[in-house]
Structure formats: C-alpha cells, structure tokens
C-alpha cells in the first residue's frame, strides 16, 4: 500500500511542478526592444556624412543589417528610425531622394 499512496504523491508533485508553466503569455515585444532576441543597436555610425557626401554604404549597411533580423525590405529609412535601427536620415540634396533596391538592398539617391 505504500508504494501506491507514493505513486500518488509523485504525480501530484510532478502535476505541481509542471502547472505553473502552463497559460504564461509571452510579453509583446516593443520594436527593437534591447531585452528581445533580435535587438539590433543603432548603427555605430551614425554620422552618415563624409566628407561632405552622404555615406551611402553606411547607409547600405544598415539596410542590410536590419533586412537580416527583421526578415522584410524597408520601403523607406524611416522604417530604420521608428524602429530604432538609425538615431536618423541624412538631409538630402534638393530634388533627390533615397531609393532602396529590393533586390540588392542598397540604398541609392534619386531625383524626384
């Protein structure tokens, strides 16, 4: 008879330990958030200016860094921004704008 009541508290405890696991829900991640796998820190460089020229390759980098980890083309760079993959965008030159070859994923300017 003891091996049954013994039998029985086993899984009563093994029921105990394994219940509080069970109906957690994961947090919604924030975008970009520092404490979630697929955190990306702002580019280091964030100065895309050199000498006196838009780093285009800077910019081409980070475009690629954040296709890899979010799985998805930006169709712009503010997508970098508002998720915080760039602190910003370089002013453009009057009449251009950036371009983002899906294909490539490289950053270009373009006229209007």
Do not use: H
């Amino acid at each position: 008879m003891t091996s049954w009541y013994t039998r029985i508290a086993l899984l009563f405890l093994l029921t105990a330990l394994a219940l509080p696991g069970c109906g957690k829900k994961q947090k919604s991640s924030k975008i970009n958030d520092p404490n979630s796998p697929g955190y990306i820190p702002p580019a280091k460089a964030q100065e895309f200016i050199v000498n006196g020229e838009i780093d285009l390759a800077g910019l081409t980098a980070a475009v690629r860094e954040y296709s890899k980890w979010k799985m998805k083309v930006p169709k712009e760079l503010n997508e970098l921004v508002v998720s915080k993959y760039l602190a910003s965008i370089p002013a453009l030159p009057a009449g251009q704008k950036y371009a983002i070859n899906p294909n490539t994923l490289e950053v270009t300017l373009t006229g209007q």
